[in-house]
C-alpha cells in the first residue's frame, strides 16, 4: 500500500482539496479527522468533528481510542486500498496517526501551500475561524444521522466534478469557534406548526412531541383532520412537510413522523 500526507495549518483547507487531490494522482481512501473514506463512502471510523470539545477532537483524530483504532484498522485491511492520502497538521500527526493504524510511513507528502493559492487559504481560514464551518470530504447522505442538527450543507468543488469532488458537507462542530447552540422542543413544535399551516386537509395539530436520538429526532403528531379530504394522503403531505420543513430550518435528521388523526373538524 502507498500512503500519501496532505499537511497543513488547521483551517487551510485540507479536507477541502483532499478529494481533488486523490482524484489526480489516483489515490483510492483518505483518512481524516477520525474517517475512513473511500470514494465519497465513509467507511470506518468516529468523526473528530463530532466531539464536543476540541480536546477530545484531537484525540479522536490521532485515534487514541484503542476500540476506534481497531475499528478503522480492521476496515483498512478489509478494504485493501492500493493508496491511501493521510491528512494532518504536521508531519509528527501524520507519522502518529499511520503508527496508531499499522500503516506504512508516508512516502510522498504535499503541502497545502504547494496546492492551494494565499487567497484559497484566506477563504478556507474565514470559513473555519470566523464562521465556524469544517469541511467533511463525503456527501451529505454519508455524514446525516452522525451531525443530525450541526447544519451541514453539501458543496462541490469549483475546479471540476470528480468521484471524490462531488461529495463534500459541511458541518458546524459543537466545539465551534463560534460557541454552543442548541434548538428546543418548542422551536421544533413551532416548526412543525407552521408547516401543518400548508397542508390542505389538516385543520390542526393540537399535540407534537419531539423524541430526540443521537442519529435524529421522532416527531409524534396527533391532529384533527378536515372533513371531505381523503385523510390517509393529507397525513402522507404533513408527515413530508414536516421532515422538508425541520430538516431544512434546523438540520436535524428527521428520522420519522407518526402521526396520529386525533378527530375530524367539525366544519366542513
Not at 79 to 102: F, H, N, Q, W
Not at 116 to 141: C, D, F, L, N, Y
Request: net charge positive; with cysteine.
Amino acid at each position: 500500500m502507498k500512503v500519501y500526507s496532505l499537511v497543513g495549518k488547521s483551517g487551510t483547507g485540507k479536507s477541502y482539496q483532499a478529494g481533488e487531490l486523490c482524484s489526480r494522482h489516483g489515490i483510492e481512501g483518505i483518512i481524516d479527522d477520525g474517517l475512513f473514506i473511500v470514494k465519497g463512502r465513509i467507511l470506518a471510523g468516529i468523526s473528530a468533528k463530532r466531539q464536543d470539545t476540541k480536546v477530545r477532537a484531537i484525540k479522536t483524530a490521532l485515534f487514541t481510542d484503542d476500540e476506534h483504532m481497531r475499528g478503522v484498522a480492521a476496515q483498512i485491511e478489509k478494504t485493501a486500498p492500493r493508496s491511501l492520502l493521510v491528512l494532518g497538521t504536521s508531519d509528527k500527526m501524520i507519522r502518529l496517526i499511520t503508527g496508531r493504524l499499522g500503516l506504512p510511513d508516508a512516502e510522498r507528502r504535499f503541502d497545502i501551500e504547494d496546492i492551494t493559492s494565499a487567497e484559497e487559504r484566506a477563504a478556507a481560514w474565514h470559513q473555519r475561524h470566523e464562521m465556524g464551518k469544517h469541511v467533511i470530504p463525503a456527501p451529505t447522505v454519508q455524514i446525516k444521522k452522525d451531525f443530525s442538527g450541526y447544519f451541514y450543507h453539501p458543496i462541490r468543488m469549483l475546479r471540476g466534478m470528480t468521484e471524490f469532488g462531488r461529495g463534500h458537507s459541511v458541518v458546524r462542530p459543537t466545539y465551534s469557534y463560534l460557541g454552543e447552540f442548541t434548538i428546543s422542543d418548542r422551536a421544533i413544535r413551532d416548526i412543525v406548526g407552521m408547516a401543518s399551516r400548508t397542508v390542505d386537509g389538516i385543520e390542526d395539530v393540537p399535540m407534537a412531541l419531539v423524541h430526540n436520538h443521537r442519529e435524529g429526532a421522532v416527531i409524534e403528531l396527533c391532529v384533527v383532520a378536515g372533513r371531505g379530504w381523503q385523510i390517509v394522503e393529507a397525513a402522507r403531505r404533513l408527515q413530508r412537510a414536516v421532515t422538508d420543513r425541520i430538516e431544512e430550518m434546523t438540520s436535524i435528521n428527521v428520522i420519522a413522523v407518526d402521526v396520529e388523526i386525533q378527530a375530524l373538524s367539525v366544519y366542513n
